[in-house]
């Protein structure tokens, strides 16, 4: 973990020295891509993905991991710029942030449910992931990494487990509606990574929750390649 912190301290020292000035602040996610996106993106892409997307913080780091840089990175900024709008649009309980060149979606316990210790999805989860559904349907050339979490309620490995089948859960019905398998990957990540605290009936809530990693694909990358050239 020392090792991980380290690292993504100095890519954040090096992203807030590029983009510090007021004028870059304004900008747009796709101005900032081809802005900084050459000397920043080969930092965070290399240090960053091969290191955090391994422990915690999957779908953070599953994100950074898949940094272009350049102004084909602005190209497929752009594209992510359009996805994450829509989804934002479609999602009620969706936090959609928009991070390097990619898309980190997180879906609280009130976006998508499970029974209690089970993987089995509610129809209100159903009705949620029908929306999504529809915009991973519009934009076809992105991968997807889908991460399970759990609060720290029972065993360590009850909830690993727990967290792996529940990814797996959002997966199939996803592919049940349509999505092409090959594009999600899964994880469960028990209880790591906590974005509130266990302590209380409330932390546990939001600690309960699916994330998903959005990132371009080889399609969409050589088409922005071929946009740049043109």
């Given at each position: 973990m020392k090792k991980i912190g380290i690292y993504a301290v100095t890519a954040a020292f090096l992203v807030a020295s590029l983009t510090g000035c007021e004028a870059v602040k304004n900008t747009n996610n796709t101005q900032k891509g081809v802005g900084i996106g050459a000397v920043a993106g080969a930092v965070i892409g290399g240090v960053l993905g091969n290191n955090l997307g391994k422990?915690?913080?999957?779908?953070?780091?599953?994100?950074?991991?898949?940094?272009?840089?350049?102004?084909?990175?602005?190209?497929i900024g752009n594209k992510m710029d359009k996805?994450?709008?829509?989804?934002?649009?479609?999602?009620?309980?969706?936090?959609?942030?928009?991070?390097g060149e990619g898309i980190k979606l997180t879906l609280n316990e009130n976006a998508v449910r499970f029974d209690t210790s089970k993987s089995s999805l509610t129809p209100?989860?159903?009705?949620?992931?029908?929306?999504?559904e529809k915009v991973f349907e519009e934009y076809p050339d992105t991968n997807i990494v889908i991460y399970g979490y759990t609060d720290s309620t029972g065993s360590a490995e009850?909830?690993?487990?727990?967290?792996?089948?529940?990814?797996?859960s959002v997966k199939a019905y996803l592919v049940s509606k349509g999505i092409v398998a090959s594009r999600i990957t899964?994880?469960?990540m028990g209880i790591a990574d906590p974005i509130a605290t266990n302590d209380t009936p409330e932390g546990r809530a939001q600690n309960r929750r699916v994330e998903f990693a959005i990132t371009a694909n080889q399609k969409m990358i050589e088409e922005a390649q071929k946009e740049v050239k043109q």
């Open positions: 422990g915690g913080n999957g779908a953070l780091g599953a994100v950074l991991g898949g940094v272009v840089g350049g102004t084909v990175g602005g190209v996805q994450a709008r829509e989804i934002d649009n479609a999602v009620p309980g969706a936090s959609v942030e928009r991070v209100t989860a159903k009705a949620n992931l029908d929306k999504l009850f909830n690993q487990k727990l967290s792996e089948q529940r990814a797996a899964t994880q469960g």
